[in-house]
């Protein structure tokens, strides 16, 4: 194994023990990051196909002995996960046992000031995570005020997005994450010492919209769908209560789980049968988990098992 990774992977056991991992089961790690879960996958038996666009992960996990056996035991696939389908064609896998997904930016990515993913120390305004879109930067600084306030409001939930919007437009051009969270806190009349800084939810706004972040999800979920042998597990953590909706939403409307009208009235459609089973309740981090890693604090595990329905297709799913 490589050495100890700086990242903590989050609710690692309940990961693992919800995939229910056999010796020689085939995984998908659909967002490698720094390896915590891949590495667990490994050592439970498994042959890993890991994704991420970040070459910087994908350089990294190359250097994993379990790359070079023969035939390996960990494939890095250098792309998105919401291609996790068509990788898998390539790679002549079908079907596979599990798929582990781990939504949003890693510890990496968030502790290297130069990705510009954080404010905790001045960096470039940068926020990609492939580094092949348009970044954060270039958003801010040529996006049109209500665009702006649009993004802020639906990915980042700020009540105040026109204010904040405002204020960034004023203020271009931005080039750095120093720059833009100062712009933010006076816009909002933030006080040093405040339980928690406003300009999160701006950035977490703008990181999702520059990644395509929740599309990715809703297309990464129906690939998992249809990727999954029938009693093969899903385990997907989310960060925040847009991401959990969208899984929770899924997972629920893939197994027939959500409320219907009154018994007396007819059904509008006929009901399919369930794609998933055995839903799991949220699972959240330990009391110790949190004190080990404060960053596990806003995580949820969802989890449920494929049936033998057949999948739908992204467009049955878009519709």
Known sequence: ?????????????????????????????????????????????????????????????????????????????????????EAMTEAGV?????IAMDIGVSSMQLDQAERGFAFSADGPLDMRMD???????????????????????????????????????????LTTTGELAAVVRKALGYH??????????????????????????????????QLLREGGRLAVVSFHSLEDRIVKQFLRDAANANPRGSRHLPEAHPVSPPRFGELSKAIRPSAAEIARNPRARSSTLRAATRTAAP?????????
């Open 192 to 225: 040093a010492g405040a339980p928690k800084d406003p300009a999160t939810r701006s950035f977490q706004a703008i990181r999702i919209h520059v990644n395509a972040e929740l599309d990715e999800l809703e297309q990464g979920l129906s690939g998992a769908e």
């Open 1 to 85: 194994m490589t050495a100890a990774s700086p990242h903590i992977p989050v609710l690692l056991d309940e990961v693992v023990r919800e995939l229910r991992i056999q010796p020689g089961d085939v995984v998908i790690d659909a967002t490698f990051g720094a390896g915590g879960y891949t590495r667990a996958f490994l050592e439970a038996g498994a042959t890993v196909h890991a994704f991420d666009r970040d070459p910087d992960a994908i350089a990294a996990g190359r250097q994993w002995p379990e790359t070079q056996e023969d035939p390996p035991r960990l494939v890095l696939h250098p792309r998105r996960f919401s291609e996790m389908v």
């Open 94 to 98: 079908a079907q596979v046992d599990g």
């Open 311 to 319: 999948a739908q297709s992204q467009k049955e799913h878009a519709a």
């Open 131 to 173: 580094r092949q879109r348009p970044n954060a930067a270039d958003f801010v600084n040529e996006a049109d005020e209500k665009t702006i306030a649009d993004v802020l409001y639906k990915y980042g939930e700020e009540r105040q997005s026109r204010r904040v919007a405002r204020a960034i437009v004023a203020a271009r051009p």
